[in-house]
């Protein structure tokens, strides 16, 4: 339901052109029922059912459908009044930088004042600006209505819709520039990813660090038990290790100390490479892994394997990107 908001029609300073302006807004409403009618009223099987069973009005009214554009441009006539007087006050308050500017702006004002068939009907866009001015002003609040809520929906759908489907088309442009070796792919490279080589290295370095936190610490006892057990199974599978039990005395001994000795070196080495990961001293390590792929603009290299592995990389992100764009936000929302 729309309320007016009488606080700020009051508090606003401009209640004269408020009720101006709701004032315009009933004769347009009426200007165009009356239009409308008369368009239906035009045809003449209309008129021989009103001929046939409300004669009075047909009698009433055909006066008045004899002489439309008549009536029609009293109705013209205050809509170009009200038009040259808030042009003048536009000229007056400085509203735009130049006066002629308010007719190019509020060109519907004008060209739905032609009496000429379809034009009239841009009467409604003045509606719409009376009503979208009074929204503006919070005078009236037009978003609790149906036909806001309907036609807001359908037009944020279509926004989606074309928005989502030139972004698609940009990206598969950009994907194809890449594959056939386009500059754009040294730019990215050169420009945008060299400069980015430290913050790249230490966001890299700061989520391995967090995965090794995360995953390897609270899992730390499991992790060696289930290393140390694989290395006895592997050692045991070992042909030359199992000769050793053979020795006299001292044979199962020696086996039992190496399988032990081997086990707890390579569980030490794995969790000593873990907590590495796990705490700063990887940054390193990470970004020589990244100076690696990235390197300086003209450094000598295997650029054709790397730049191969970059471009599949960014390919396969833009096409993340293009499944994330293609997802209809608005059917979310059907009513």
């Not at 007016?4 to 606003?12: A, D, M, T, V, Y």
């Not at 929204?135 to 989606?160: C, L, P, S, W």
């Not at 391995?208 to 060696?224: H, T």
Request: with cysteine.
């Amino acid at each position: 339901m729309l309320k007016i908001n009488r606080e700020n029609l009051k508090s606003s300073h401009q209640l004269t052109w408020f009720i101006i302006d709701f004032l315009m807004l009933g004769l347009l409403i009426i200007n165009l029922a009356f239009i409308i009618w008369d368009s239906v009223y035009n045809f003449v099987a209309i008129q021989n059912v009103l001929k046939e069973y409300l004669p009075a009005l047909k009698a009433i009214y055909h006066p008045i459908h004899e002489n439309f554009i008549l009536y029609d441009a009293m109705f013209v006539a205050v809509f170009l009044s009200e038009f040259f007087v808030r042009w003048g006050y536009a000229i007056r308050a400085k509203v735009y930088d130049r006066w002629y500017f308010y007719p190019f702006i509020h060109w519907y004002d004008v060209v739905g004042c032609i009496p000429v068939g379809s034009l009239r009907f841009l009467r409604i866009l003045r509606v719409i600006s009376i009503v979208y001015r009074l929204h503006q002003y919070k005078v009236i609040d037009v978003t609790g209505t149906g036909i806001y809520r309907f036609v807001n929906f359908y037009y944020e759908a279509f926004m989606e819709e074309l928005s989502d489907r030139i972004v698609a088309k940009v990206l598969s442009g950009v994907q194809q520039e890449l594959t056939l070796g386009s500059p754009l792919f040294e730019k990215i490279q050169n420009d945008i990813l060299y400069p980015r080589r430290e913050m790249l290295s230490g966001w890299i370095s700061l989520r391995v660090a967090e995965a090794a936190q995360e995953g390897y610490i609270p899992n730390r006892g499991a992790l060696r038990s289930y290393l140390e057990a694989r290395v006895d199974h592997a050692l045991e599978q070992n042909s030359e290790l199992s000769r050793l039990k053979y020795l006299p005395v001292v044979g199962s001994t020696i086996k039992d100390t190496l399988e032990d000795a081997v086990g707890d070196i390579v569980a030490n080495v794995i969790q000593q490479i873990l907590e590495d990961l796990a705490s700063a001293s990887n940054h390193g390590f990470i970004e020589d892994i990244v100076n690696a792929f990235i390197r300086e603009p003209g450094e000598p290299g295997n650029n054709e394997e790397r730049n191969e592995a970059l471009i599949a990389l960014i390919i396969e992100i833009i096409d993340a990107i293009k499944g994330q764009v293609k997802v209809k936000r608005w059917r979310e929302q059907l009513p």
